[in-house]
Nanobody
Framework: QVLLVESGGGLVQAGGSLRLSCAASGSIFRINAMAWYRQAPGKQRELVAAITSGGSTNYADSVKGRFTVSRDNAKNTVYLQMNSLKPEDTAVYYC??????????????WGQGTQVTVSS
């Protein structure tokens, strides 16, 4: 059993910053790629940022230059630093991870989500 637990969401004014965290716990052999997704009301879930086990990153065009994804492998935690927030960043943010539970099996896991609301 593996759990991903997000934290750090909240209400912030436009132009402000938030830092999301996602901590993985449970029967973890290795954490491979991790990612942040978001889903706004009435919209599909979209990829925001991803980071490989080696630290390579990629971002949605809409957040490039404003958001930074990072990870602390010793803490099994991935972060999303969000700067210059805009009202259109308002969404539920979900952590996602490809996690090996042993040498042979990798599964994809989702966190429960954390609400980010940006007021204008």
């Amino acid at each position: 059993q593996v759990l991903l637990v997000e934290s750090g969401g909240g209400l912030v004014q436009a132009g402000g910053s938030l830092r999301l965290s996602c901590a993985a716990s449970g029967s973890i052999f290795r954490i491979n790629a991790m990612a942040w997704y978001r889903q706004a009301p009435g919209k599909q879930r979209e990829l925001v940022a991803a980071i490989t086990s080696g630290g390579s990153t990629n971002y949605a065009d809409s957040v490039k230059g404003r958001f930074t994804v990072s990870r602390d492998n010793a803490k099994n935690t991935v972060y999303l630093q969000m700067n210059s927030l805009k009202p259109e960043d308002t969404a539920v943010y979900y952590c996602n991870g490809d996690i090996q539970v042993n040498r042979n099996y990798e599964y994809n896991y989702w966190g429960q989500g954390t609400q980010v609301t940006v007021s204008s």
